[in-house]
Antibody
């Protein structure tokens, strides 16, 4: 079965760091286009970051310089390293795949992991 | 960035009746070289992740019931549920992928049963 399972969320103080993981099954992350999308409580969807199969990465302006997307092909897992966290980063973080190189619609989603940034 | 707006914010429709959701982009998402509209629709049920319903503005994702249809071009788009079922209660989002990587979502439309 093709699926994505996120982990690593939790409560973290402002200024802290957290690393999210997204374990894939049924396909290889190294051959796919993997992304993170977040949703603040009661709010809409916001794209966060993407990594192409070739390794090129992209970030939303709101997280550029603070978040880093990466992957470990041997573990078939994608990561989101989040540093200098702010209260406004509080959200459910979803891992998702996009359909194609320039076709950034999300055709597979994980169930998400909640990140709460609060003192 | 391309700003996506949706209307209405919420609607309540009787079972079996038609539900119509509108999505408007601040600039055209029609790519002239391939004549495709870079517009997708998602359904998000309470406590669940979003689910892809429609891409290229009108292409139904595999497994999506044919009561869901998408239409429109350029800047104005519509998602129609032809005969609302109880399991269709959800928030629906549109998303443009014309301006990658600066993709954007609409604010969502909540659909309930009247």
């Amino acid at each position: 079965e093709v699926q994505l399972v996120e982990s690593g969320g939790g409560l973290i103080q402002p200024g802290g760091s957290l690393r999210l993981s997204c374990a894939a099954s049924g396909f290889t992350v190294g051959s796919s286009y993997m992304s993170w999308v977040r949703q603040a409580p009661g709010k809409g969807l916001e794209w966060v970051s993407l990594i192409y199969s070739g390794g090129t990465t992209y970030y939303a302006d709101s997280v550029k310089g603070r978040f880093t997307i990466s992957r470990d092909n041997s573990k078939n897992t994608v990561y989101l390293q989040m540093n200098s966290l702010r209260a406004q980063d509080t959200a459910v973080y979803y891992c998702a795949t996009i359909s194609g190189y320039l076709y950034w619609y999300f055709d597979l989603w994980g169930r998400g992991t909640l990140v709460t940034v609060s003192s | 960035d391309i700003v996506m707006t949706q209307s209405p914010d919420s609607l309540a429709v009787s079972l079996g009746e038609r539900a119509t959701i509108n999505c408007k982009s601040s600039q055209s998402v029609l790519y002239n070289s391939n004549n495709k509209n870079y517009l997708a629709w998602y359904q998000q049920k309470p406590g669940q992740p979003p689910k892809l319903l429609i891409y290229w503005a009108s292409t139904r994702e595999s497994g999506v019931p044919d009561r869901f249809s998408g239409s429109g071009s350029g800047t104005d788009f519509t998602l129609t549920i032809s005969s609302l079922q109880a399991e269709d209660v959800a928030v629906y989002y549109c998303q443009q992928y014309f301006n990658t990587p600066r993709i954007t979502f609409g604010p969502g439309t909540k659909v309930d049963i009247k």
